[in-house]
């Protein structure tokens, strides 16, 4: 049998009754989709069981790129491939000169970490330039909390009265569609 | 969420709302431009029109055409572009070190403050390209072979370093501004009515939809960033002082040279954000956000920075006469006594002197005292990096190259373009883009507004 599926949205005009509205959903175990707000709330991301973002072990991953590649350039140009006795300090070898490469390398570590991870996180959300907007009510940038819910039909009545218990100012319905059973995949928590 | 300290001043005048939050940034950009901006944009694209002519000037006839001569061949230019590097470094350190140090007074002033950042290295970068005689041949600060032959750069030079420490932190500092941006514009996307509004903010706001997920990585990426911007901030400002350290200069060969650079670039940018925020809380009236407790924590950086450069100043003094090296000590007894004396004067006037009269209660928290110290600080640090520069060329070691300076008209107004250029980008800024960045606003509304404070107190004291 082919499932129904709703989609909701709560709208909620304040972050406290939202996060209370959050809890309350999951503990009854309904799985939130995603929660668009104008800003960034502390404390939602394990209440909505968002797994912590890798993006830094990217930039560090970036970073350790950069001094790789600054040490190769300069160990290329300065010692391998025209080494020069600048003022009394000869570039024999890497580790004679290694003070002056320094900066140089640090600026580059910098360099790679702090571009590669903006690109990885623009790519990653897909914010770039001409992409549709991905709020589902415009609103939720100014001052609207928006929980996205999308439920079995069976789980419809549960929801709306959590979030109209918790203080939506509305709860939209926004559509059903139908799936075949062999794509629902069960929520595991 | 956290609790603040029911002592601590609000940081948002007034009962504000989210909505109203929303509604006074996007006023400059809904609504019709106040006169005073227009007025100010033009003389700014007048002075920055004048500023390319003598650009163009002297690209075509070479920087003959400078007060630079055999002997003194660095002077405005690299005083300017130290300068301007300098006011950059504000940006980055409110943006980034006060975010690592959880200042949530940044708030106000980060987004402008690296605006005015990112302006104001275009300006110094100006002087660098232009200073080299033929900018034709400037990808040759690039580690390109020279010519394309075999022979590269040289790498032990600071000079090169710079290119590298000047070109990242550009660069990642109009990332950091950037990222910032993107979830205020997608605010004004959804707010403008406009059809070609809603359309510029639409490809400038990349799609933002405020996702938990996508602001949860917006925060960790904010902070990685300050975290990767912090160290580089101090970096660029020390390469740009090994410029001089490691000549063989007397008064440019110290070791002071690096932590004297950072301080002094911070209290230039700090005394420039407040020249600029000054005006744009007036013109767009955000006196609700910018308080004057805003002012007072700024002018508190103020003196701090400016009494680092004044034992700075002294210090060197003090190691010149230690340090028995007669050139070393005539370079210092030059600056101070010489024909350029009064450069020397302004400069520890405007630059000792000033900033301490903000110990003073009733000057810090005077609007009108401190825009008018803001400009007296940086004319000081102007004078600074000219005292550094010119001052100390005109007389090195042998007396028979010893030689004075005068600046050329171009020189002039190459210098009144770069404030020119500089003044109308900001104007413009402060115009299309949100001056503040509203969405973290938002977040210390709860905390730090005046109603929202109130409401707690008397909440706690039933």
């Known amino acids: ?189 | 969420m956290h609790a603040e300290s029911e002592i601590r001043i609000p940081l948002i005048i007034g009962n504000k709302t989210y909505r109203q939050i929303t509604d006074d940034i996007i006023a400059p950009i809904e609504g019709k431009a106040a006169r005073g901006w227009y007025t100010l944009t033009t003389i700014a694209a007048l002075c920055f029109l004048w500023g390319i002519g003598c650009l163009a000037y002297t690209i075509g006839v070479g920087i003959g055409s400078w007060g630079s001569n055999n002997g003194v061949d660095w002077a405005w230019d690299i005083t300017n572009f130290v300068w301007w590097i300098g006011i950059g470094h504000a940006g980055t350190l409110i943006s980034a070190v006060l975010l690592l140090f959880r200042q949530r007074w940044r708030m106000a002033i980060n987004r402008s403050a690296e605006a005015m950042t990112i302006f104001a290295v275009m300006c110094a970068a100006i002087f660098v390209l232009l200073h080299t005689g033929r900018p034709w041949l400037d990808y040759m600060l690039f580690p390109l072979p020279n010519q394309f032959g075999s022979l590269w750069p040289n790498f032990n030079s600071p000079l090169l370093w710079d290119v590298f420490a000047v070109s990242t932190y550009f660069t990642v500092s109009l990332v950091f501004w950037y990222i910032g941006l993107i979830p205020d514009f997608g605010m004004i996307r959804d707010r403008v009515i406009k059809p070609w509004q809603k359309k510029m903010y639409g490809l400038l706001s990349f799609g933002w939809g405020g996702s938990a997920r996508h602001w949860s990585r917006f925060e960790e990426v904010s902070l990685v960033l300050a975290g990767l911007s912090t160290p580089l901030v101090f970096s660029v400002h020390s390469i740009v002082s090994f410029d001089f350290a490691t000549s063989v200069i007397p008064g440019w060969h110290t070791t002071i040279f690096p932590p004297y650079f950072v301080a002094g670039a911070v209290f230039s940018g700090f005394a420039m954000v407040l020249t600029l925020m000054l005006v744009a809380r007036k013109i767009y009236k955000l006196e609700a956000y910018l308080t004057v407790k805003h002012i007072e924590y700024m002018n508190i950086v103020i003196i701090v920075t400016g009494s680092i450069v004044g034992v700075a100043y002294l210090t060197e003094l003090f190691v010149a006469w230690y340090s028995g090296v007669e050139w070393e000590q005539y370079a210092f007894l030059n600056r101070a006594t010489g024909p350029l004396a009064w450069s020397y004067w302004i400069m520890m006037g405007c630059n000792v002197v000033s900033p301490q009269l903000f110990w003073i209660k009733k000057i810090r928290t005077s609007v009108v005292a401190t825009f008018i110290l803001s400009i007296v600080v940086n004319i000081g640090m102007w004078f600074e990096r000219f005292v550094i520069i010119v001052t100390t060329l005109c007389r090195t070691y042998v007396p028979s190259s010893w030689n004075t300076y005068t600046p050329s008209f171009i020189d002039v107004g190459i210098f009144v373009g770069t404030i020119g250029m500089f003044g109308t980008f900001f104007l413009l800024f402060s115009r299309y883009f949100p001056v503040i960045a509203q969405a973290e606003l938002k977040t210390i509304l709860k905390t730090s507004g005046e109603a929202q404070k109130k409401a707690v107190a008397a909440h706690a004291h039933h």
């Not at chain 1, 690109?119 to 929980?147: M, S």
């Open chain 1, 1 to 189: 049998m082919a499932t129904k599926k709703n989609i909701i949205h709560g709208v909620f005009g304040d972050e406290v009754p939202m996060l209370e509205a959050c809890k309350k959903l999951r503990i009854s175990g309904i799985r939130i989709k995603d929660v668009f707000s104008p800003f960034p709330i502390h404390g939602i991301d394990p209440l909505i069981g968002i797994p912590r973002t890798r993006l830094a072990i990217c930039a560090f991953i970036y970073g350790l790129t950069g001094l790789g590649l600054a040490t190769l350039m300069m160990w290329y140009m300065m010692v391998s491939d025209w080494p020069n006795d600048i003022g009394g300090k000869p570039n024999w070898a890497y580790y004679f000169n290694v003070p002056a490469f320094i900066p140089i390398t640090f600026e580059s570590t910098v360099f790679c970490a702090a571009h590669g991870m903006a690109l990885t996180y623009l790519l990653r959300c897909w914010l770039v330039p001409g992409a549709k907007a991905k709020n589902p009510d415009p609103r939720t940038t100014d001052d609207k909390f928006l929980i996205l819910l999308d439920l079995k039909e069976e789980q419809t009545a549960k929801a709306e009265s959590i979030l109209r218990e918790c203080g939506a100012e509305e709860v939209n319905h926004k559509g059903s569609y139908t799936v075949e059973p062999k794509y629902v995949i069960e929520a595991t928590h």
